[in-house]
């Protein structure tokens, strides 16, 4: 899952947005990560792509709210800091576009290395494990417990109790408490007390 995805998941069962995103461990390789957030400014992808990316600014698909939502707990330090410029990045670029009157070629000259660095972090990392979390109705949606980086936002009849125990136990240290003792549709607390 590419952290640009946040911007656009809302809870499948509440429709609440943004969800608390936590990432765990990333798909994307260290090397490849450090190679991506040093890039120059003007090692750029193509102006199409931030034309769009500006767009996105423009509209509201992306999301402040759901980026700040955002807790990198790989441990990594660059995806960690890579993530804080993004931020502070996009914070600032949205304000610039949205209190714009120039055209979005006019801002795309002037704001190119910062769409640049938020467009990296967006589109050119991948998350392996995760975890997302919906403060509307207090479900939570495993990332990567099936298939590395892929969001699994079933319905609760459709989750599979097993594999989401697993995930659970996996990444204990890591959940916050409510996932722990009243996540829906399973917690480790409820899951234990069935079992005795």
Not at 70 to 81: H, P, R, V
Not at 92 to 115: F, H, M, T, W, Y
Request: charged share 25%; net charge positive.
């Amino acid at each position: 899952m590419n952290p640009w995805l946040v911007n656009i998941l809302a809870c499948p069962i509440c429709k609440h947005h943004p969800l608390r995103t936590y990432f765990y461990s990333w798909e994307t390789p260290d090397e490849e990560i450090r190679k991506v957030s040093n890039r120059k400014p003007n090692a750029c992808v193509n102006t199409r792509t931030l034309e769009a990316l500006v767009r996105e600014f423009a509209e509201g698909i992306i999301s402040l709210p759901a980026l700040d939502a955002i807790e990198d707990l790989s441990g990594n330090k660059m995806t960690s800091q890579f993530a804080a410029s993004a931020k502070d990045t996009a914070i600032r670029l949205e304000k610039a576009i949205k209190n714009s009157r120039k055209s979005g070629k006019e801002v795309l000259k002037n704001s190119e290395p910062d769409l640049n660095m938020v467009h990296s972090y967006f589109h050119l990392i991948s998350v392996a494990e995760g975890l997302l979390l919906c403060d509307g109705c207090g479900r939570w949606y495993p990332i990567g417990s099936s298939v590395i980086g892929v969001p699994e936002m079933l319905p609760d009849d459709l989750r599979r109790k097993k594999s989401d125990i697993a995930f659970l136990r996996k990444w204990r240290k890591h959940l916050p408490e409510k996932v722990l003792s009243k996540g829906k549709p399973i917690s480790l607390t409820n899951s234990s007390r069935k079992q005795t």
